[in-house]
């Protein structure tokens, strides 16, 4: 598990491609910390699986579904990536609930100064945008950041300074594609809700229960 809290940035310095999955490796340092092999660590908010460590990075395979979901598929040598380790359980929890595993990908439509913040337009289908709510939590390229609008085709969000500095976002503007997972909670409630055998349990709230406890 991931809070969305970026660690620093990294640099895809080698990409070996295959016909539908790929091997990176990313150079980096404080990521590296107390990091061994098999450790997971996001990468633009993609949880892989650390293969091998160098004293400078390290090395993770990345399966065809992940490039099919993500952007990763789009990455070139150089390029910036955010980095995060997995949260260890000591930790503070500073962003929101972040599992590593990306629902699809959105497209920057507007970049936007005001005053000290940058606020972001991005353009999601139908699928992602369902599970965006106004003051919820998202994660762009495994940045943490509140929704601040939602319409029909796309959602916004307002970026102080500290993040842009530390983290990719500073680098896209309008055209650029980003990593989107939508808030977990969301999803497990829809999928309880609408589970063909979920139970029904007949409600217990009734006008004499309400007028029992003073709303009458």
């Known amino acids: 598990m991931f809070?969305?809290?970026i660690e620093e940035t990294g640099e895809i310095c080698e990409i070996k491609k295959e016909t539908l999955s790929a091997r990176i490796k990313v150079r980096c340092r404080k990521v590296l910390e107390g990091t061994n092999v098999g450790d997971s660590i996001a990468v633009n908010g993609i949880c892989l699986t650390?293969?091998?460590l160098a004293k400078d990075g390290f090395t993770a395979d990345v399966m065809a579904e992940t490039m099919r979901r993500s952007s990763l598929s789009g990455l070139k040598v150089p390029g910036k990536v955010?980095?995060?380790r997995a949260m260890a359980a000591d930790g503070r929890f500073g962003g929101h609930i972040v599992s590593g595993h990306i629902d699809g990908t959105?497209?920057?439509q507007q970049v936007r100064q005001e005053e000290n913040a940058v606020w972001y337009t991005i353009a999601a289908n139908p699928q992602l945008l369902r599970y965006i709510v106004e003051k919820g939590s998202v994660a762009l390229d495994g940045v943490s950041l509140t929704v601040a609008k939602v319409t029909k085709g796309e959602f916004q969000v307002s970026v102080?300074?500290?993040t842009r500095q530390e983290t990719t976002l500073a680098g896209k503007g309008a055209g650029s594609i980003v990593n989107i997972e939508c808030d977990v909670i969301g999803k497990y409630v829809e999928k309880l809700l609408s589970a063909p055998n979920a139970p029904q349990q007949e409600s217990k709230i009734s006008e004499n229960f309400l007028m029992?406890?003073?709303f009458f």
Do not use: A, R
């Open 3 to 5: 809070t969305g809290i």
């Open 50 to 52: 650390v293969t091998s």
């Open 82 to 84: 955010n980095l995060e």
């Open 106 to 108: 959105g497209q920057v």
């Open 160 to 162: 102080i300074p500290h």
């Open 212 to 214: 029992e406890h003073g």
